[in-house]
């Protein structure tokens, strides 16, 4: 499984963005299935809402089967809370909070990010580093 943030869906349904072409290639490429979980889908709706018809681009993506939504639930907020305290200097937001902590209790490495920044930095378990896409 591969978990995808929101940049990722903001560049595939905005020709425009910047990471748009890549982000295109790696979806296509894609093997595995593609999941997020609420926050990241929150912000993307938030960021697509400034584009004609993006949200209504992403409802297509989720109604195509193409994303999944995974559940998060109060036994995930204990671990979401201690990474955003690990890495409050960044500071880490909620949307890679709970990113991180689906990637830990999936058992996956994979995650789709154009944030490569924080998401080089952060870690799975303490020690393990997430394989990043594209």
């Not at 595995?32 to 697509?48: D, G, H, K, N, V």
């Not at 639930?73 to 500071?91: A, C, F, N, T, V």
């Amino acid at each position: 499984m591969i978990l995808v943030d929101a940049g990722p869906l903001l560049a595939i349904l905005d020709r425009a963005d910047q990471h748009h072409s890549v982000c295109a290639q790696a979806l296509r490429d894609a093997k595995e299935p593609l999941a997020t979980i609420w926050p990241p889908l929150t912000e993307a709706f938030y960021l697509l809402s400034a584009l004609p018809n993006g949200a209504e681009a992403l409802w297509d993506l989720l109604s195509r089967d193409r994303l999944s939504i995974l559940p998060l639930d109060s036994e995930d907020l204990p671990r979401i809370r201690e990474l955003m305290q690990k890495y409050g200097d960044l500071p880490m937001d909620l949307a890679d909070a709970a990113l991180i902590r689906v990637a830990e209790r999936e058992g996956t490495r994979k995650i789709f990010t154009v944030d490569k920044k924080h998401f080089s930095i952060y870690r799975l378990h303490d020690k393990v580093r997430p394989t990043l896409l594209p």
